[in-house]
């Protein structure tokens, strides 16, 4: 199944925020002008293996300083390292996940959340939360601004979000759970021919307390459903090989929707000199 990133939207979201995108064996190759150095190229998930000559002719014209690759399988990192990549510890991508399989009945599903989950997700909808499409994706990325600030966060992603959105079109959807007239949860899904991803998410403390963003999840599995895709991807949790204990708190969450772990092979990088 194609990566999200290996998508013409996910291509048309870059260019938006100043990648340059070529194309080389079928596969998206994101490049980044560095002023007075040169360039810097990444390759995510791709389909098939790029041949390393190509790229090394590629970096010549382009004058790249250094390739980063997050190969999808095994046999793709295999490959690298056998022409001089080397792992580095600085994915840019979530390196571990949750897949959740949606040819699963909706009955099968809840049973295989944790019976909190379900439970909370009973509890939100008797507190009154309800759910509700949004094309709003002004509100949304303030709405999530805000909350990334409560969290220690302070660097914009505003412009990202909203080019990322524009970019997939109908392939995105905003869902909101709105309480006493007010969004107290909201959650990004975007979605390639057969995946929904949880791209971004949002919470007040209310929201929190009256389990809107569980809530908001089960709404984003029936929506995917709905659109019948066949894996909902929770787009990363806490990874042992990168540990950073502020993923602890929300991988407890997804991983409390059921689902399978899934791995990535570690990222890889090698240097040029272009001069």
């Not at 040819?103 to 009973?122: A, D, F, P, V």
């Not at 006493?180 to 209310?206: D, G």
């Not at 029936?222 to 993923?247: A, C, N, Q, T, V």
């Not at 092979?265 to 272009?274: D, N, T, V």
């Amino acid at each position: 199944m194609k990566d999200l990133r290996q998508t013409p939207q996910y291509a048309n979201y870059l260019k938006s925020i100043g990648w340059e995108v070529d194309r080389v064996d079928s596969v998206n190759i994101f490049v980044k002008t560095l002023p007075f150095i040169g360039s810097a190229i990444k390759i995510q998930r791709p389909e098939r293996t790029v041949n390393s000559d190509k790229l090394l002719v590629i970096s010549k014209k382009k004058r790249f300083v250094v390739i980063y690759i997050e190969p999808k399988t095994s046999k793709q990192r295999d490959y690298y390292l056998s022409r001089g990549f080397r792992e580095t510890k600085s994915p840019s991508l979530p390196s571990k996940t949750i897949l959740i399989d949606l040819s699963k009945s909706l009955k099968k599903l809840l049973s295989e959340m944790h019976h909190k989950t379900r439970y909370n997700i009973g509890l939100s909808k008797r507190k009154g939360v309800q759910v509700k499409i949004s094309d709003d994706v002004n509100e949304f990325a303030d709405f999530w601004q805000e909350s990334a600030k409560r969290r220690g966060m302070f660097f914009s992603q505003k412009k990202e979000i909203k080019e990322i959105y524009k970019a997939f079109g109908k392939k995105a959807v905003i869902l909101n759970a709105i309480h006493l007239n007010k969004v107290v949860a909201s959650v990004m899904i975007l979605s390639t021919r057969t995946i929904s991803y949880y791209m971004y998410s949002a919470s007040t403390p209310t929201g929190n307390k009256i389990f809107a963003p569980t809530l908001l999840v089960w709404n984003a599995l029936l929506w995917s459903k709905k659109k019948e895709l066949k894996i909902f991807d929770f787009e990363g949790i806490y990874d042992d090989r990168f540990p950073l204990k502020r993923w602890k708190g929300f991988t407890r969450f997804k991983k409390s929707f059921g689902g399978k772990e899934i791995e990535h092979p570690q990222p890889l990088r090698k240097y040029y000199l272009p001069f």
